[in-house]
């Protein structure tokens, strides 16, 4: 079976979001899964680095089931998070866990004015863009002068004396635990083969850098396999 990493442009897309519909009612125990449960750790990581206050606006970009929007709100219960994606099953499987303002959403060319938000988040998104450029532009372009942007996303791994054991969490248990909980292997095939054709942690600061923001910074997570990166729209 063919992976959306096989294609390009508006199909890749159009891959992707068949893929994330078939995968949504499972979405966020695999996430648990195959993270160790580390990614509520981050996500709580992301939202602390937006500085939100009340009345903040904050937009969940490529929202799946909205976890970094409840988050948000967690940590800021007077703040106006709005959960956004282009996949409608994965919000549909959100709104089981409470109300959350939704938007039908495309990274690359986002229906919201400039400067519309206070700090803009995604998680696990970016690695799936067709145009990493032009989404971070589009995102840029939404926030408000003094608007944090922070993104959780898998990084491509430097060699180290891990690399064979991270290859095999990759490879092999989670195209395995994939297929048994959702039963889309290839879903789980294309993780890991995204995970190692996307950006390294310092490219995607430099592409950061290129699209506006200031005061990029990141955190490398999991063994190399996973980065928070945070920035600011001057």
Excluded: C
């Excluded at 959100?94 to 400039?114: I, T, V």
């Excluded at 430097?158 to 248990?173: A, D």
């Amino acid at each position: 079976m063919s992976t959306p990493l096989e294609y390009s442009g508006k199909e890749r897309a159009e891959r992707v979001q068949k893929m994330f519909t078939k995968i949504a009612s499972r979405y966020d125990l695999m996430n648990r899964l195959m993270t160790v449960g580390q990614d509520i750790r981050w996500r709580k990581e992301v939202i602390a680095h937006t500085h939100l206050d009340a009345n903040d606006t904050l937009l969940d970009l490529g929202a799946g089931t909205g976890d970094l929007a409840r988050e948000a709100l967690r940590q800021q219960p007077a703040s106006h998070p709005l959960a956004a994606d282009f996949t409608l099953e994965m919000m549909r499987a959100g709104k089981k866990y409470g109300q959350l303002d939704w938007s039908a959403a495309d990274a690359l060319n986002l229906p919201f004015s400039n400067e519309r938000f206070d700090a803009i988040v995604s998680g696990f998104l970016m690695r799936n863009v067709t145009d990493v450029p032009r989404a971070l532009n589009e995102q840029y372009r939404a926030l408000k002068p003094g608007g944090r942007i922070v993104i959780l996303d898998t990084t491509r791994p430097r060699k180290n004396i891990l690399t064979p054991f991270i290859n095999i969490h990759l490879n092999y248990i989670i195209p395995a635990l994939g297929s048994l909980l959702t039963g889309e292997r290839d879903a789980y095939t294309y993780l890991p083969d995204s995970t190692k054709g996307f950006l390294s942690a310092e490219e995607l600061a430099a592409h950061m850098a290129v699209a506006g923001f200031k005061n990029i910074n990141f955190s490398v997570k999991m063994f190399g396999t996973v980065a928070i990166h945070w920035g600011q729209k001057e």
